[in-house]
């Protein structure tokens, strides 16, 4: 990771993140910043593969991200429920259905 920007080194976590965590289907919190950056583009990599997320932004920038990307973003008054939330590599929430 030689010449990498220290913020550029969040981007192995964040995308092992959203392996790990997002599925086809579930509703996803994305937060703000350099680390939801990065799992907003691992998300569209999904999509583009064939995976479908409805997305809720934390703010306009990261939204607008999304939809340049080809996500489903929706307003989070729309949504009955966040099955997870992407926002820093420390960080991120999972509901539970139980």
């Known amino acids: 990771m030689d010449g990498l920007k220290p913020w550029e080194m969040k981007r192995p976590a964040c995308e092992r993140a959203v392996d790990e965590y ?3 289907g579930m509703t996803v919190g994305l937060g703000t910043g ?3 950056n990065f799992a907003v583009m691992r998300l569209a990599e999904m ?3 064939g995976a479908g997320f409805v997305c809720v932004a934390s ?5 607008e991200l ?9 307003d989070i008054s729309s ?3 966040i ?6 590599p ?8 139980s």
Do not use: I, M, P, Y
Request: proline share 0%; hydrophobic share 40%; glycine share 2%.
């Open 22 to 24: 997002a599925r086809s």
């Open 34 to 36: 350099n680390s939801a």
């Open 47 to 49: 999509a583009r593969e």
């Open 59 to 63: 703010s306009v920038k990261t939204a």
């Open 66 to 74: 999304a939809k340049s990307l080809g996500l489903n973003v929706a």
């Open 79 to 81: 949504v009955e429920r």
């Open 83 to 88: 099955d997870v939330t992407f926002d820093a």
């Open 90 to 97: 420390t960080r991120w929430t999972r509901n539970s259905t």
